[in-house]
């Protein structure tokens, strides 16, 4: 009886009968020894608690000034390639609090794996240089757009729209940074955000994944003065907003500033650990729809040439531009910025 009434029910491409939940899967690398539903990033511990980064998601990366959050959602657009070629991919990276130039020349000290003044110190040299042009063909043959123009939210939202349209057989990430610079009709900031994130959300039921990059205020600072402890969701700007419609949220911290040597984090079994913070970027997992929260996990991070690692497959790089010797630059291919 009870097959017959569900069988009777007219269904339609909208109501889907929960029969199997490999329908659901979208991504699963049988290589690794868990499941993998979202975007593959290459940061093992992250892949773990997160499941990737997952389609149909509004991630909020979330940090103090100059604390790296750019940094990491530039290195997350390069990972996305590099550990999904099997998937065509489209990003639109919405830069409103810097240029494109500044954009390119962060991207230039990752390829080359130095600092920003050497890079201007040495453009015309390396410009020359078979490296560079390398460079420029991985950049022209990527499917990633910066756009520094628009900051309004109908512009936003006709551009995302028309794009899902055009390319519907793409996967589509939207990365915005960062979101108090966005524009609506609402003059209080707190509801620009808001504006901001419940347009995130009609993107996200259009299968699209968003990356919003946010500040924590000043009174996570202040209270740093009697003790270190994890950021939280309370800190962010447009705190309301970003709970009520953020599927994840990371929190970008960084101890050592503090004068915190040691903080604790997740290992890839589940078992907290003591971790030097010296050189360090602690991502505080404060919430998770998709599993486990409120834990830290611990990547390397070179501030100098604005790159990422995992703490295991950390090495130092040497400078490429060290005796001036740039005419036999050689990058490897695990160093390839996309």
Known sequence: MENRIIDSICIDSNVMRLSSINNYITSNNRKRNFLLTGFNEGYSNLDLY?????LGNNIIIGARPSIGKTA???ELCKRFYKYNKDRNI??????????????YFRLLCNYFQTDILTVKKNYYEYIKTSEYKKFEEYIND????????????DHISNLVNSTKEKYEDFDIICIYDHSRLV????????????????????FKKLGILNIVLSQLNREYEKNLDKRYSDPNNTYLFGADAIQQFSDVTLLLHN????????WECLDSNGNSTMIETKDKLFINISKNRNGLSNFNLCL?????????KNIKDYTNQSNLFENNNINNIEVSEDDLPF
């Open 72 to 74: 990491l959602a530039l």
């Open 90 to 103: 489209i990003i639109l990276f919405f830069n409103w609090e810097m240029g494109n130039e500044q954009v």
């Open 142 to 153: 990527l499917n990633i757009f910066f756009i520094e123009s628009y900051n309004n939210i």
């Open 300 to 308: 390397s991070y070179n501030k100098r040439n604005q790159t990422f």
């Open 255 to 262: 101890p050592y500033q503090y004068k915190c040597m040691e």
């Open 50 to 54: 997160l499941g990737g980064f997952e």
């Open 183 to 202: 524009v609506s009709y609402e003059r209080n900031e707190e509801q620009r955000i808001f504006e901001l994130l419940r347009t995130c959300n009609q």
